[in-house]
């Protein structure tokens, strides 16, 4: 069953932007908190941004402070990443994930819903 899908990846060269997408054909978005992680080869799964149900609170890693920005469209049921001044460093497997209790976590293991992913490639 597919409770959350990606989209809007590639491949762009460091300074370029992306926005994924984060949709659900059965859940209603707006009730879960929902994290964005990426994944680069060899290394563990790390949370770059999330944001509780209602548009409560929002976080985003260090290393994206400034440059990502999530956000929530209730009318299209999608949760945003919107990437600029991309850097190679930024690339691998981004997976948007849902929590029933709402919130939002910055850790991958208090998500209940997951996507199957989507890459995302920095380099010139």
């Known amino acids: 069953q597919v409770y959350l899908v990606e989209s809007g990846g590639g491949l762009v060269q460091p300074g370029g932007s992306l926005r994924l997408s984060c949709t659900s054909p059965?859940?209603?978005?707006?009730?879960?908190?929902v994290g964005w992680f990426r994944q680069a080869p060899g290394k563990e799964r790390e949370g770059v941004s999330c944001l509780e149900s209602s548009d409560g609170e929002k976080f985003y890693a260090d290393s994206v402070k400034g440059r990502f920005t999530l956000s929530r469209d209730n009318a299209e049921n999608a949760v945003y990443l919107q990437m600029n001044n991309l850097k190679p460093e930024d690339t691998g497997v981004y997976y948007c994930?849902?929590?029933?209790?709402?919130?939002?976590?910055?850790?991958?293991?208090?998500?209940?819903?997951w996507g199957q992913g989507i890459q995302v490639t920095v380099s010139s």
């Open positions: 059965g859940m209603t978005l707006n009730y879960y908190g």
């Open positions: 994930a849902a929590a029933v209790s709402a919130l939002c976590y910055m850790t991958p293991r208090q998500y209940d819903y």
